[in-house]
Nanobody, 124 residues
């Protein structure tokens, strides 16, 4: 059985930093994409950052609102994705979700799932 587990997050003051993680465990053959989304109260879920791995390496993309402040990365050996968030602003307050698409071996097929969500609160 394949599982996603998010960790990290919490409360931080404006200008501070946090890191959230998303670990994938189980019968993973390969991970096609890993994406961070976030959702604030009363707002639609929005894409924050993506990391995809192809034949020539990984590529990343960011929402304009987080460019230069957030960094997405991945540890392939641990099947874990990270989102390092620096210079945090109150408007970054949201529940952060990871989304993973992968090829699995037991049962054989594709895996497309969301993490449980983790709260990040930026407030003084």
């Amino acid at each position: 059985q394949v599982q996603l587990v998010e960790s990290g997050g919490g409360l931080v003051q404006p200008g501070g930093a946090l890191r959230v993680s998303c670990a994938v465990s189980g019968s993973i053959f390969s991970i096609k994409s890993m994406v961070w989304y976030r959702q604030s109260p009363g707002k639609q879920r929005e894409l924050v950052a993506t990391i995809t791995t192809g034949r020539i390496g990984s590529s990343t993309n960011y929402a304009d609102s987080v460019k230069g402040r957030f960094t997405i990365s991945r540890d392939n050996a641990k099947n874990t994705m990270y989102l390092q968030m620096n210079s945090l602003k109150p408007e970054d307050t949201a529940v952060y979700y990871c989304h993973v698409v992968a090829v699995i071996t037991s049962p054989p097929g594709s895996f497309d799932s969301w993490g449980q969500g983790i709260q990040v609160t930026v407030s003084s």
